[in-house]
């Protein structure tokens, strides 16, 4: 028969009780002396050879308790493991019945999708299409501004090489005026408006000489001032390059006294 846990304080027991027994008989019999002395010490000494055996048969009792116990532990987390997949196997088969009973749903919301995504690829399709339209109209627009950049560009050479004409011009027209500066002292009339009008053409020419110095002195200040003005207006804010302001500017500049040259020319030779 096995023996329990709760077992083992009453074989201590019993143990504890029977050395006291054992140690009063031992002092009883020290008194009394002789063959009972001798026979209680042989009694004793069974007594311990037999405790001896109880201990061992109480560990091998343990012993194979403790293995029972082990086997009842592995036994119940099997039986743990077993109703955890039960458990499992029975969500899963609940699980499949509901899927089962979603697979219509799950087809049409499916079919809508593909549909929407369907619709969705015409309507790329035909923003590709209107996106590779505007992109064609952007190229001819870019092929219309690069012929008219052209176009201005040949225009602004052929002006630059008029002004370049105008300068040689103005150049041949200051020679002359030094000649007709010449001719004004033989000239009775031009004699006549010098000796009554000589300061207030002096004054004039002074003016005219300092605002030409001014002018020729402040021309970069001329070309941003007239880009600035050609990029206020749309019409021109186009031709606002680099050539096109250089050439107004230079035209602002060479044009005033051109047409004093010329007006001189025209009404004192």
């Not at 027991?13 to 027994?21: D, N, Q, R, T």
């Not at 697979?103 to 309507?123: G, K, M, S």
């Not at 200040?221 to 250089?246: C, D, G, I, P, Y």
Request: include cysteine.
């Amino acid at each position: 028969m096995a023996i329990s846990r709760s077992m083992l304080p009453a074989v201590l027991l019993f143990h504890i009780v029977s050395s006291y027994k054992s140690l009063a008989v031992i002092a009883q019999s020290s008194r009394t002396g002789g063959d009972g002395h001798r026979h209680l010490i042989d009694e004793i000494r069974e007594a311990e050879l037999k405790i001896v055996r109880l201990e061992s048969i109480l560990e091998e009792r343990y012993s194979t308790l403790d293995s029972k116990n082990t086997r009842i532990e592995e036994s119940e987390k099997v039986v743990k493991e077993m109703t955890s997949e039960f458990d499992h196997l029975q969500s899963v088969l609940v699980t499949m019945k509901n899927d089962s009973s979603c697979a219509n749903e799950r087809f049409d919301q499916l079919e809508e999708e593909v549909r929407l995504l369907w619709a969705t690829a015409r309507r790329n399709n035909f923003e590709l299409h209107s996106l590779e339209s505007k992109a064609q109209d952007a190229e001819n627009r870019l092929e219309v501004t690069k012929s008219r950049v052209e176009m201005v560009t040949a225009i602004v050479t052929e002006q630059w090489i008029q002004i370049q004409h105008l300068e040689q011009a103005l150049v041949i027209a200051e020679k002359e005026r030094e000649v007709v500066k010449g001719q004004v002292s033989r000239c009775s009339f031009l004699k006549f408006l010098k000796r009554h009008f000589g300061n207030f053409f002096d004054d004039c020419r002074e003016v005219l000489e300092t605002t030409w110095s001014m002018v020729k002195q402040n021309h970069h200040q001329l070309q941003r001032f007239v880009k600035k003005e050609m990029q206020k207006s749309k019409h021109t804010a186009a031709f606002a390059n680099k050539e096109v302001v250089f050439f107004v500017a230079s035209a602002l500049i060479t044009f005033p006294a051109l047409s004093v040259g010329v007006f001189l020319l025209n009404n004192f030779c």
